[in-house]
């Protein structure tokens, strides 16, 4: 739940289930004013009107931890960890927000934006691409136009950006500023400070980061999985991942036959990359990360109709 500090407008995220039917005083931290929010009970009407939000990711442990940090918010997840599942459960359960992994099993990012727009019933859905390499430096330039869809999240700005930008979707409010700091909760006479509230905030913020890390190693990493599978999946993150950054250049290189020029510096530093996770020769000869560049570019030749 977003409040708003009436005397200077900042904005602050507080966890409704939690505090469901009390009586809380903030403190803001950017004016200091002091401000009283009455959250109401959650009721059994309320908890049917719940806002449902996919979870579109192969990797089970990614998408509980992720389902964790919308519970939290009051939002009910529900999962997909193919794109044949997910399109048949958002046509069951019709949830109004979509977190969809650029990279997901069995359809590309923009092969489901395009399936939902012209979906009866789930046109209006809200996107969220999530981009795959867990890597803060990899990209320092915003995505092209995102397929349609509505906004990205990169991994390791799930647990401080995700539940605002779901917000923000769903009611058209202006971004909210995550540096603010921490508002003071006074509650049965106990008070949270700035500091300690900042320090509690690093703290959950870290504690995800850590499970997102985990999850992701546990994806292209389990000793279980034979490697060349995942290779196999490690390609098709990277190519996913580049497929987000770099449309406007793909569909250049497509529709001009000279995607191999224009996306030069990007495929080089994919197969390094790839290199140094998957060094074997047998992997190498394999051609795997090579087969991922070209059934993206086939099945985006589609969508543009190339």
Same mark, same amino acid.
């Given at each position: ?6 005397a ?19 403190r ?23 806002v %449902? ?6 990797? %089970? ?10 519970a ?7 999962f ?17 927000? $979509?977190?969809?992994?650029v ?5 590309? $990012? ?14 209006n859905v ?53 540096h ?34 985990? $999850? ?11 490697e060349?599978e995942?290779?196999? %999946?490690?390609?098709?993150i ?7 950054y ?16 224009l996306?030069a ?6 197969? %390094? ?5 998957f ?28």
């Amino acid at each position: 739940m977003i409040v708003k500090c009436p005397a200077c407008a900042a904005r602050f995220h507080l966890e409704r289930e939690k505090l469901a039917g009390k009586r809380v005083t903030l403190r803001c931290a950017r004016c200091r004013s002091p401000f009283k929010v009455e959250l109401p009970h959650n009721t059994p009407l309320q908890a049917e009107k719940k806002v %449902r939000v996919m979870i579109a990711h192969s990797d %089970r442990e990614l998408c509980d931890t992720i389902n964790a940090i919308l519970a939290g918010a009051g939002f009910e997840g529900i999962f997909g960890h193919c794109g044949a599942e997910v399109l048949a459960t958002m046509d069951a359960v019709r949830p109004q927000v $979509a977190v969809v992994d650029v990279a997901l099993q069995g359809l590309y $990012a923009f092969e489901v934006v395009d399936t939902l727009r012209s979906r009866p019933g789930l046109e209006n859905v809200k996107i969220i691409l999530l981009s795959s390499v867990y890597n803060k430096a990899a990209y320092k330039r915003q995505p092209y136009s995102l397929y349609g869809a509505d906004d990205y999240i990169e991994k390791h700005h799930i647990p401080d950006d995700l539940i605002l930008k779901i917000n923000r979707l769903l009611v058209g409010a202006a971004e909210v500023d995550t540096h603010d700091g921490v508002g003071e909760i006074e509650e049965s006479g106990q008070q949270l400070s700035p500091a300690e509230g900042a320090s509690q905030a690093l703290d959950f913020i870290h504690s995800i980061n850590e499970k997102i890390k985990t $999850a992701e190693n546990h994806e292209i990493s389990a000793e279980s999985v034979p490697e060349r599978e995942r290779a196999e %999946r490690l390609a098709r993150i990277i190519v996913s991942d580049i497929s987000l950054y770099h449309q406007d250049r793909i569909d250049e290189g497509i529709l001009e036959g000279s995607w191999s020029k224009l996306l030069a510096a990007e495929i080089k530093e994919a197969r %390094r990359l790839f290199g140094e996770r998957f060094p074997s020769p047998q992997i190498q000869n394999s051609k795997i990360l090579e087969a991922a560049f070209l059934d993206l570019l086939e099945k985006r030749s589609r969508e543009l109709g190339a």
